[in-house]
């Protein structure tokens, strides 16, 4: 058995796109291969419910995101992959951790904290249209984090008050019980910068300015030229370091490939041209992943046999970490 645990959970909230790619599905599954590391990675469909309140959309994006993660890579007999909801330790540990969360914390997690602000923002009673889920959810993901014995857990800079909430949540119960629950460490790499999407804002589903990942390649093609570019003439020199197309063409091409891009800056090139290259790039690292991809959306069987599989190895992982919390507090075991 490895010494760490690293974990992380996905939201199947929207199709995957170019920036899930190079932000998260890729460094983690650099993360996933290091030695004396075991893995857990999961679908947190149960979070995805706070928002996605329709069965069929639930099932196809939690197989969207599934068979995403498979096509790049992702080795289900090195990693832990499984969808929350198949784990029910996770929603047990869930309650006894309500019972050691500060309420005013709560009120002060980011989530709940801005939908009430825009409430009131907009002339609206403070808890319009707010659920309970909501305002749970920092206190349902430090069950998922802390039922495992999670060391580290990489997530993006907007998790990392989640994190923090997981750590202090299992530091009370540490306190009251003794040394009972690991505190988890996020790691957040700040040299992930963000992809920005066709708009040249940060690439997201939210802004409908994303290249989904398994769109055709015509498609594909079709997105890459409609990025924002300046108005610079072919023959002017550019520089790449600002050049959103460049900073994606870089996560593709191999290193004397970006080199040979860097000289055409210099020398100048157009945008037009480095769109294409950009195409062409991009359809060559996509075209295995979405063979695989489409063949896995083909026999969702397939998806869910595995994801349950995953299950069963989580639960035996979180078994015997339930069991001393339950016997810390005075439940029969
Ligand atoms: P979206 O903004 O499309 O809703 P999510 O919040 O679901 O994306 O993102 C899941 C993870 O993918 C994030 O934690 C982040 O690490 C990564 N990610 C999302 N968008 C980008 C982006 N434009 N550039 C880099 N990474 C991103
Ligand atoms: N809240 C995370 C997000 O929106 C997803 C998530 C749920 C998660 N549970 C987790 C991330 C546990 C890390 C660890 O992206």
Redesign the pocket.
């Known amino acids: 058995m490895a010494t760490r645990i690293t974990?992380?959970?996905?939201?199947p909230t929207g199709s995957p796109h170019l920036g899930n790619l190079v932000g998260a599905i890729l460094p983690a599954l650099r993360l996933a291969d290091q030695p004396d590391m075991t893995s857990v990675f999961f679908i947190?469909d149960y979070?995805a419910l706070t928002t996605i309140h329709d069965a069929e959309e639930m099932q196809r994006l939690t197989h969207e995101v599934a068979a995403a993660w498979l096509a790049f890579g992702l080795d289900p007999d090195k990693v832990i992959f499984y969808r929350q909801s198949d784990v029910p330790e996770i929603f047990e540990l869930t309650w006894v951790l309500s019972c050691f969360t500060p309420k005013g914390k709560m009120n002060r997690a980011h989530a709940y904290k801005a939908a009430m602000d825009q409430n009131v923002a907009n002339g609206n009673d403070a808890d319009a249209g707010i659920h309970m889920g909501l305002y749970c959810y920092p206190v349902l993901?430090s069950a998922?984090?802390l039922m495992f014995g999670s060391h580290y857990?990489p997530?993006g800079r907007d998790?990392e008050q989640?994190v923090e909430i997981a750590r202090d949540i299992a530091e009370r119960f540490n306190n009251a019980f003794g040394p009972t629950l690991t505190l988890p460490e996020a790691r957040i790499d700040d040299n992930i910068a963000a992809i920005a999407g066709i708009d040249g804002r940060k690439m997201s589903k939210s802004y409908d300015n994303a290249i989904p990942l398994f769109a055709d390649p015509k498609r594909i093609r079709k997105l890459v030229m409609k990025y924002k570019t300046d108005s610079s003439a072919p023959e002017d020199p550019k520089d790449p370091d600002t050049s959103v197309l460049f900073h994606i063409y870089r996560e593709f091409a191999d290193s004397d490939e970006v080199e040979a891009m860097r000289a055409r800056y210099a020398h100048g090139i157009g945008w037009g041209e480095v769109k294409q290259m950009l195409a062409d790039r991009l359809n060559t690292f996509l075209a295995e992943p979405r063979r695989t991809y489409t063949d896995l959306m083909q026999h969702p069987q397939r998806l869910d046999d595995l994801l349950a599989q995953g299950a069963a190895r989580a639960r035996a992982l979180a078994r015997p970490i339930l069991d001393d919390v339950r016997r810390k507090v005075g439940m029969h075991v």
């Open positions: 974990l992380t959970g996905i939201k947190a979070h993901m998922d984090i857990v997530v998790q989640h």
